[in-house]
């Protein structure tokens, strides 16, 4: 297939497409209340403490504690605000860091751009792709310099969060009994937060110990997420799941088990990664305003605008912002534009099928391995270890397309054959970004005159920015993509906007005097609208594409509108910040009601 044949490459990839497309799969076990596994939720990494329940009264109150939550904090410091209470039903901050602590664990997002404020923590992140641990100890060493953790509730979950106008503040409820109360209430709950656990038959059967990647038990493997995983010697261990996760848990696992097998249902397109140490010299070669310059670089890219230098110059922007942007030019028709995308597309593919039969030494195994399918239509993987797992004796490829048959007490049945385990591990991933807000919360929000955002909220967006509702007062979101605001890469050059708007407007309002502010009806049906207008339905490209979750799981189409995104596409990000940014300058508050 090295040849672009236009028709034969799309009933190839249609026909793989089908083969994943069936009943039942996208079926889940709801870990939110699922009883049986209760266990999946709990936190492994640190202990309980028991504490009596809060009674008293703050200037805000942060929900979640991991990135985008802490540069939240951070803003709403620096705004003058005293007390800053963050929440979180984890054990201390950093979000998915904190989770996700799974062995080998690592940000494919270049260290450089993603670990937020770098120049001002005064720190040169050790490699070009950071580890999961780096990251997390440095959002806490961010929250220790804000002062961010002495108020805060940690293992703590909201129950509800009521608007009291009288008092022109939020009741705050949690599971541990608390109720105190806050002026502002600030969203930071995560875009990816909820485990994502398939509904497999008789999962509940196996006899063996199983857990998520999100929760690793290291009591069961044995090691850390950079040492070797000493409990698992003499053990078969099973990996559901080949996404981002999956492919970087295997090089570990596989070092250390008597025997791996891998269950696929889809292969990812897994790029080289070309990780290495940061050279000793970066720092001095390093100018005030580089890291938002360099994040810059990259958002542009993203956006398929021209850049002088590729300052990242890695698997995105080489490959993932090509596939997305392909070159165009003037006089060339919408069919000619979209043969071009499709070669350059197909032509990204082949290099990653070619690294696939370069790198994987049996080729029964390789032709599991090739992705068959559009580049865009799934978010790509880097590794430089992953692929070359697959030639140790003790790695089995089990091809799953239609999914695991059904587990029984010994392990997974696949095509009816059973495969017998002494571990699973699920890296089965997260309920996507399409998941209502109020589901990914977590609790009952309930704004003036007893409006709940549930029910004025149910599957769609309805804001001002993606970060103030009508009828909820003094209460911000972090913008999030799918939720009314612009789409990155890199999450972390979208929460910090959203964290200098939050302090930006904190501050404004401290300044008048301001006890409440709630969206205009005007103003948010006007962010809406726009939000509407420039939305295009994706089902043309992202219909022909493998299942996944950028296409709905194979249902482009029901992508409602209202959760697109300001400008078309992956939208305006830089016109999203300017927009933001001005209205801090200005100071007037358009589209507020203040009172
Ligand atoms: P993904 O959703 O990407 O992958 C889940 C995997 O589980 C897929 O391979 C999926 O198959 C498979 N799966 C799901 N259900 C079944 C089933 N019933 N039987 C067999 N296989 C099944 O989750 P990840 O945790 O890997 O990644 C989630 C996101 O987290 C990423 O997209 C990324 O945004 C983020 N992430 C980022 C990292 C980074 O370095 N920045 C690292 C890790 C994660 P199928 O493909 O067919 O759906």
């Not at 028709?7 to 994943?20: H, Q």
């Not at 088990?257 to 990664?273: E, K, L, N």
Request: hydrophobic share 35%; with cysteine.
């Amino acid at each position: 297939m090295s040849h672009f044949d236009q028709d034969a490459v799309k009933e190839k990839y249609l026909a793989e497409r089908d083969k994943r497309l069936v009943p039942g799969r996208t079926d889940i076990r709801d870990l939110t209340r699922d009883e049986h596994f209760a266990r999946f939720r709990a936190d492994p990494f640190t202990p309980r403490i028991e504490r009596g329940p809060v009674t008293d009264d703050v200037d805000v109150t942060i929900i979640g504690g991991g990135i985008a939550g802490v540069l939240a904090g951070v803003q709403l410091r620096k705004a003058g605000v005293e007390r800053i209470r963050i929440l979180d039903v984890a054990g201390g901050v950093g979000g998915t860091w904190y989770w996700n602590r799974y062995p080998g664990v690592m940000c494919d997002v270049e260290s450089y751009i993603y670990m937020p404020m770098l120049e001002e923590m005064d720190y040169v992140p050790t490699r070009r792709y950071a580890y999961g641990e780096e990251i997390r100890l440095h959002v806490q060493a961010i929250a220790e310099r804000f002062d961010l953790e002495t108020d805060a509730l940690f293992h703590t979950g909201v129950t509800c969060a009521e608007w009291d106008d009288n008092a022109a503040r939020w009741r705050v409820q949690t599971d541990r009994g608390d109720d105190f109360t806050a002026r502002y209430y600030v969203l930071a709950v995560g875009l990816l937060n909820l485990m994502k656990l398939p509904a497999i038959p008789g999962m509940e059967d196996f006899a063996g110990p199983s857990f998520h990647t999100a929760r690793w038990d290291y009591g069961v493997t044995g090691g850390g997420p950079d040492e070797p995983l000493d409990k698992l010697q003499g053990k078969v261990v099973g990996i559901i799941g080949t996404g981002a996760t999956g492919i970087q848990a295997l090089p570990p696992v596989a070092a250390a088990a008597d025997h791996v097998y891998v269950f696929q249902r889809t292969p990812s397109a897994i790029g080289a990664r070309g990780n290495r140490p940061t050279p000793p010299d970066f720092a001095q070669t390093l100018k005030p305003g580089w890291q938002r310059e360099r994040m810059d670089n990259f958002q542009m890219q993203m956006l398929g605008k021209p850049v002088e230098l590729d300052m990242t110059d890695d698997g995105w922007t080489q490959h993932y912002a090509k596939a997305q942007h392909a070159p165009r030019w003037k006089g060339m028709t919408f069919e000619e534009y979209m043969h071009r995308a499709e070669e350059l597309d197909f032509a990204i593919m082949e290099e990653h099928r070619q690294r696939v039969d370069e790198l994987v030494k049996d080729p029964a195994k390789a032709a599991i391995l090739k992705p068959y399918y559009r580049y865009i239509c799934k978010r790509p993987c880097f590794h430089d270890e992953y692929l070359d797992a697959y030639n140790r004796p003790n790695v089995t490829l089990v091809d799953c397309p239609t999914g695991i048959e059904r587990v029984t007490p010994q392990g997974p049945v696949v095509n009816g054959e059973q495969f017998e385990l002494d571990v699973i591990v699920y890296g089965t991933g997260f309920e996507a970004e399409l998941t209502p807000l109020p589901r990914r919360a977590g609790h009952e929000i309930v704004g003036r005159g007893g409006i709940k955002l549930s029910e004025k909220w149910p599957d769609n967006a309805a804001t001002l920015f993606g970060m103030m509702s009508r009828g909820f007062p003094n209460m911000f979101i972090m913008p999030t993509p799918a939720g009314q605001s612009v789409v990155t890469v890199n999450y972390t050059h979208l929460a910090l906007v959203g964290a200098d708007f939050v302090g930006g407007a904190v501050r404004i309002l401290e300044e008048r005097g301001v006890k409440s502010f709630e969206v205009s009806a005007d103003a948010e049906d006007e962010w809406t609208n726009k939000v509407m207008e420039s939305f295009t339905d994706p089902s043309h490209v992202m219909g022909a594409c493998t299942p996944s979750r950028l296409n709905n799981e194979g249902d482009p189409g029901s992508i409602n509108p209202r959760n697109g995104n300001w400008g078309r596409g992956f939208g305006d990000f830089f016109g999203y910040r300017d927009l933001l940014e001005q209205w801090v300058a200005n100071g007037e508050c358009e589209g507020l009601e203040l009172s």
